[in-house]
């Protein structure tokens, strides 16, 4: 069966900050690999979606970025954090095409 | 932009009774319906899903209803339970066969004993 990883659950981090989240999927090969934030209370804000291995696709204007060094390994990263990059980050993964995507359990990130 | 509009915002149910919440969606390039189920803190679960070549799915108490030519799709919880109450989310396959899902904006569902 599949599993999908991510880490840390919860971050705080200082304004400026660089920031490094991890996504493993387990289990499946050549997924799509996806990234959301989630606001408090709200939707979720697809941020980067990658087909393969250093295919990224950016959604959304930010200073975040993403990689994907191995077939099943998604990373979120920033330079330096803005109080406005606290939310709950989710990973997801799906196989190709136009199927059900499943969640990892998160990353709460809290910018001070 | 591309929208699915969910609603209502929020609902409380009375235990045993049953909840609906409603999708709407533009254009999309497949019919492929998730809906996913999300507690405190945790990641969304996907729930059920139906790709409408039939009109309506059930899974337990869980069921989707499509209706296709006025682009809307609902789920409904039969006898609904205090253990329900979560937020869900309804989703719309984005552009062509990305896998790309375009969610709703979440239904806090409260189910009182």
């Known amino acids: 069966s599949q599993t999908i990883h991510q880490w840390p659950a919860t971050l705080v981090q200082p304004v400026g900050s660089p920031l490094s989240l991890e996504c493993t999927v387990e289990?499946?090969?050549?997924?799509?690999l996806y990234w959301y934030r989630q606001a408090a209370g709200r939707g979720l804000q697809l941020l980067f979606y990658s087909v393969g291995i250093g295919q990224i696709s950016s959604e959304v204007p930010q200073n975040l970025s993403a990689s994907r060094p191995q077939d099943r390994q998604f990373i979120l990263s920033s330079k330096k954090l803005l109080l406005s990059d606290s939310g709950f980050y989710l990973c997801?993964?799906?196989?190709?095409?136009?199927?059900?995507?499943?969640f990892g359990p998160g990353t709460r990130l809290t910018v001070t | 932009q591309q929208q699915v509009k969910q609603s209502p915002q929020s609902l409380i149910v009375q235990k045993g009774g049953i909840s609906i919440i409603n999708c709407a969606y533009e254009n999309t390039a497949f019919d492929y319906f998730p809906w996913y189920q999300q507690f405190p803190g945790k990641g969304p679960a996907l729930l059920i899903a139906?790709?409408?070549?039939?009109s309506e799915k059930k899974e337990g108490r869980f069921t989707i209803s499509f209706n296709k030519s006025a682009k809307q799709f609902s789920l409904h919880i039969m006898d609904s339970q205090p253990g329900d109450s979560a937020t869900y989310f309804c989703?719309?396959?984005?552009?062509?066969?990305?896998?790309?899902?375009?969610f709703g904006q979440g239904t806090t569902l409260q189910v009182k004993p």
């Open positions: 989703a719309a396959p984005r552009g062509s066969n990305t896998g790309k899902l375009i």
């Open positions: 139906i790709r409408p070549d039939v």
């Open positions: 289990g499946t090969s050549n997924p799509n």
């Open positions: 997801a993964w799906s196989r190709q095409g136009p199927y059900e995507q499943y």
